[in-house]
């Protein structure tokens, strides 16, 4: 089969590099490269890279909503284009342009956390389960038909991490299965009663609130490990937390209760740090951390 794939980050590299040991993929379209890092040095993306070790052409458009970058698309002459975390909005003649249209692998069970951070807020909202859906696009936001699902558990030690390769690899697994059933597999449309909206992570989200109870503050520090991770400040430094457990304890919101081990009360509960990174040093053990640095007992955060 002759395809189009529209990706741009790690989580869609599993998806095209399993496309290209089973088909002929005719162009690969990624977001633009950026500056990135301390020199500003323009980097490609992830899948903009792994295309690359394929020879296979690669377009990185800013926009394709104008008509000559849709003629461009359709005179690719694919069969069928597939999506994963590609990141621009694809307009009805990009979704109509090839026979079999446009299939996309989201990071959901669907119709559960359609939007644009679904590993970080099954995780933050206590879910059990977690999977992948291969769907048929449609003009609305994660709207169309489901054409299969794959699940994953999601335990006391799932991090946004390990969710986000779990689901690349069964993602990658799922739309291989797709494409061979293609033409056999029955769409199942939506509930739109069912579902619930994973929004964009805000900058500003990071920072923990220990007005919050301990169980929603762990849920969220393993939704935010390692990206964008969560944080308080010390003095005027910021630490990191990658790692807690929920303990016992009590005391003001923020206030430190225990030195050694590190131990923060909130709203309801209190957390025990266990893996902390100080700004500008590497993560490491709290319990290592603190043979070098030492918190002041009953100050707030």
């Known amino acids: 089969m002759k ?10 590299v599993p998806v095209l590099k399993a496309l290209c040991e089973k088909h002929e993929v005719v162009c ?9 890092g301390r020199g500003q040095k323009v ?9 690359e070790t394929q020879n296979i052409e690669v377009r990185t458009p800013k926009s394709l909503r104008n008509a000559e970058e849709q003629e461009k698309f359709a005179a690719l002459g694919a069969d069928i284009a597939v999506v994963a975390a590609y990141g621009l909005i694809l307009p009805k003649p990009i979704l109509e342009a090839f026979p079999k249209g446009c299939i996309n ?8 956390w359609r939007g644009a951070a679904p590993i970080q ?54 739309m291989i299965e797709v494409l061979a059933r293609h033409d056999e597999i029955v ?42 991770a969560t944080y308080f400040e010390y003095d005027g430094e910021r ?6 457990s929920v303990v016992e304890g009590k005391g003001g919101v923020g206030e430190i209760i225990s030195a050694r081990p590190f131990q923060i009360a909130c709203g309801e509960g209190a957390l ?20 070098g640095f030492s918190f002041k007992l009953n100050k707030f955060i």
């Open 3 to 12: 395809i189009v794939f529209m990706g741009t980050p790690d989580f869609s």
């Open 187 to 228: 769409p199942e449309v939506q509930d739109d009663s069912l579902t619930c909206y994973a929004k964009k992570i805000e900058k500003e989200e990071s920072k923990l609130d220990f007005s919050l109870s301990a169980t929603a503050l762990e849920r969220k520090i393993r939704a935010f490990n390692p990206y964008p």
């Open 28 to 36: 690969v379209y990624s977001q633009a490269p950026k500056e990135a």
């Open 121 to 174: 807020r099954v995780i933050e909202a206590g879910d059990e389960k977690s999977g992948v859906t291969i769907m048929n696009m449609a003009e609305g936001l994660d709207t169309g038909d489901m054409l299969l699902k794959g699940e994953v558990a999601i335990t006391s030690n799932t991090t946004g991490g390990s969710l986000h390769d779990a689901l690349s690899e069964i993602g990658a697994k799922l």
């Open 239 to 244: 630490f990191k937390i990658l790692k807690v």
């Open 272 to 291: 025990e740090v266990l893996e902390i990174q100080r700004q500008g040093k590497k993560a490491m053990s709290c319990e290592d951390f603190l043979k």
């Open 43 to 51: 980097v490609k993306t992830a899948v903009h890279q792994f295309a």
């Open 105 to 112: 692998v989201h990071a959901s069970l669907l119709p559960r």
